[in-house]
């Protein structure tokens, strides 16, 4: 039995609390938020205990995994406590909110005798692994070019609005721009050099847009838009194209779901698509980080790859900054 | 209205000729092809006279305009002997491969008192003249950025020689896009950072191009104008143009009106377009304007503007950083 506490009971917290919940051999021991009614309400649900302090919790000799789903800049210093107190440790996405912290994870990861995983969960999304095992067959010759899209509505209603504050999240090119550069790396190695454009440094309010042009090492290069500008009430929406020496393949979201509903309650209208799945993709990497604990196996996001997406990311945000490239590629 | 087609290297020629045999008031009486073959056999076809060598198909007194279809490095010479001829003229797109001979080519036409309108048919698109109007209500907000792309096949050919075309992908797809965000936005092309290589296919030019434009208003967009379709791709490419604003966002595919057609015989899919017919607009547009002697909506100044958003991102790829316009020439 792997006895888990989660630090963070926020959107993230609360998909992860589920998906830990399925797994028969994993028990949910505590649930740490500093808003104690929202600890309290996933204990409810889940029989576990409450807690307010990530310290706390860490320090607990009946946990065995830390989940890290708190506001980005605490994720390395709880990081880095719960390896040193030997737990295994699974992080929400970015692994810091700068490379320094990032580099210190890395460094205690490698260090201690525990599994340490970035939760870069569009590596388990299972659109995103079929199009890379399909480029891993060779089905589109070298893969040379890529454009990708992710977005939607600015995320509200978050503790302290802490998205709003650029130090804080990195607005939508560190938080959310960091999956496709992870999902590229995946496919297309290291970045050699970015550029980006952003709403970031401008300050809106609720508004945040970015593109950003990577250029690979192997000379591929790719197009990243990352959307935090649909009104409220737009669908998460994602989509990317993959080209290669030898063909193309594409993927959007919004045409390729599997159900349309189109029902009304009363005055109540519902018109929405859904795309259902034999298992959400956070379970599948929640269920790979028990696997690689109980198997003793390296997780398939590796800490220097949770460093590397995140270099990419500060770089943009730097590069949108100065309107100038912004060369990528220092040692961790 | 008698007009002329000066050559067919470009192969939209052939739905331009198409599109004046649709409208009633024009008559297409010569064609000049340096391709005596090509040229022969489109003037038997249209049942015109055929010249190979485009200065004597000018001295005829029958023709009010020309279409002008070359490779693009000869755009040059035939717009400026065709304005010294009195010939109004439609000119494919780029207007040229550099800034001096596009400006010679605007100072020919203004010197001798005809028309240069270049091809841009997708500023006739019923889909980009509905955003313009939104955008011209003030429906949108205040326009924000925009990520855009106009993707084709490798078309091969002169395509993709540059002493012919002046360069590869970024000089073919540049414009289109760069042309209705000048026109929705008032707004000129400040900064250009590009990357482009050839990655794709064995060609002795680019053939893949990714843009950043800020303009001089702060607004910033991205123009992918890559080769990056298959050669079985089920339609020959796309122009998309996402626009985000303060009321949120508008993503327009302006090729999208299709059906899907698969077929046994060819073992073939593909997308076939039902939308409106853009060139036909265009040119009944161009027609109307010298018809009524109105100045042309798209005019060589604007043909060149589009163009140095291209040449800018080629000294890009040179310099590795941002390059500022208007280019020192």
């Known amino acids: 039995m792997l006895r888990v506490g989660i630090i963070g009971a926020g959107v993230m917290g609360r998909t992860h609390a589920e998906c830990w919940s399925r797994l028969e051999d994993v028990k949910i021991q505590v649930v740490c938020d500093v808003q104690v009614e929202r600890a309290e309400a996933l204990s409810r649900t889940y029989n576990c205990d409450v807690s307010t302090s990530a310290d706390d919790v860490i320090k607990r000799s009946d946990i065995d995994i830390v989940d890290i789903c708190t506001p980005t800049p605490f994720h390395s210093e709880i990081a880095v406590s719960a390896l040193e107190k030997g737990k295994h440790t699974l992080c929400e996405k970015p692994v810091a909110r700068n490379l320094e912290s990032a580099r210190k994870v890395v460094k205690t990861a490698r260090e201690v005798d525990v599994k340490f995983m970035t939760a870069h969960v569009v590596r388990f999304f299972p659109e995103y692994v079929t199009a890379r095992n399909l480029i891993d067959q060779g089905a589109i010759g070298i893969p040379r070019m890529a454009r990708t899209k992710r977005g939607g509505q600015y995320p509200l209603g978050r503790w302290n609005d802490w998205f709003s504050d650029v130090d804080m999240s990195g607005g939508c090119l560190v938080d959310t721009g960091i999956h496709d550069f992870d999902y590229l790396r995946w496919i297309f190695g290291d970045v050699e050099r970015v550029y980006a454009s952003a709403l970031t440094w401008r300050r809106l309010e609720h508004k945040d847009y970015g593109l950003v042009t990577l250029r690979f090492k192997s000379k591929a290069m790719a197009q990243v838009e990352i959307i935090w500008a649909q009104p409220p009430g737009t669908p998460f929406n994602t989509g990317f194209e993959l080209i290669g020496t030898d063909g193309l393949i594409a993927y959007n979201s919004q045409d390729s779901s599997s159900l349309r509903i189109m029902v009304s309650n009363g005055d109540n209208i519902v018109q929405r698509a859904e795309s259902p799945l034999t298992e959400s993709p956070y379970l599948t990497e929640i269920r790979h980080f028990v696997s690689c604990i109980e198997e003793n196996k390296e997780p398939s996001v590796t800490p220097e790859d949770a460093y590397k997406a995140l270099e990419v990311a500060i770089a943009s945000l730097e590069s949108a900054r100065i309107n100038r490239p912004v060369s990528v590629g220092g040692d961790i | ?329």
């Not at chain 2, 024009?26 to 190979?52: H, N, P």
Request: glycine share 6%; with cysteine.
């Open chain 2, 1 to 329: 209205m008698k007009g002329a087609i000066l050559s067919f290297a470009h192969m939209h020629a052939y739905s331009y000729i198409e599109c004046l045999k649709k409208i009633s008031d024009v008559e297409i009486s010569a064609i000049a092809d340096e391709d005596t073959d090509r040229g022969k056999s489109l003037a038997d076809r249209y049942g015109t006279r055929f010249y190979k060598d485009y200065q004597d198909l000018l001295k005829e007194e029958d023709v009010d305009f020309v279409v002008v279809c070359s490779e693009n490095v000869k755009h040059r010479d035939m717009v400026i002997a065709s304005a010294q001829a009195g010939k109004h003229i439609l000119c494919e797109k780029p207007i040229s491969v550099d800034i001096p001979s596009a400006k010679e080519m605007i100072d020919a036409v203004n010197r001798y008192g005809v028309q240069l309108q270049i091809a841009f048919p997708v500023r006739f698109s019923p889909s980009v003249r509905r955003v313009k109007d939104m955008i011209d209500r003030k429906e949108l907000g205040n326009i924000l950025a925009f990520n855009c792309t106009n993707h084709g096949k490798m078309p091969g050919g002169w395509f993709v020689e540059k002493s012919l075309a002046g360069g590869g992908a970024i000089m073919d797809h540049t414009v289109h896009v760069m042309d209705i965000l000048r026109w929705y936005l008032g707004s000129e092309a400040e900064y250009v950072y590009a990357e482009g290589d050839t990655l794709l296919q064995n060609i002795p030019a680019e053939d893949t191009g990714l843009l950043s434009i800020i303009f001089e208003n702060g607004i910033f967009a991205t123009i992918d104008a890559s080769w990056s379709r298959p050669k079985s791709f089920p339609i020959w490419g796309d122009v998309n143009i996402e626009m985000v604003t303060e009321k949120g966002v508008v993503e327009m595919e302006v090729f999208s009106q299709t059906l899907e057609f698969y077929n046994d015989k060819s073992m073939s899919a593909s997308w076939i377009d039902w939308g409106a017919n853009m060139d036909l607009l265009m040119i009944q547009n161009f027609i109307s304007s010298i018809k009524n002697g109105k100045p042309v909506e798209v005019t060589g100044y604007d043909g060149l503007k589009a163009m140095e958003v291209a040449l800018a991102a080629y000294r890009s790829l040179e310099l590795k950083e941002p390059v500022k316009l208007p280019l020192e020439v």
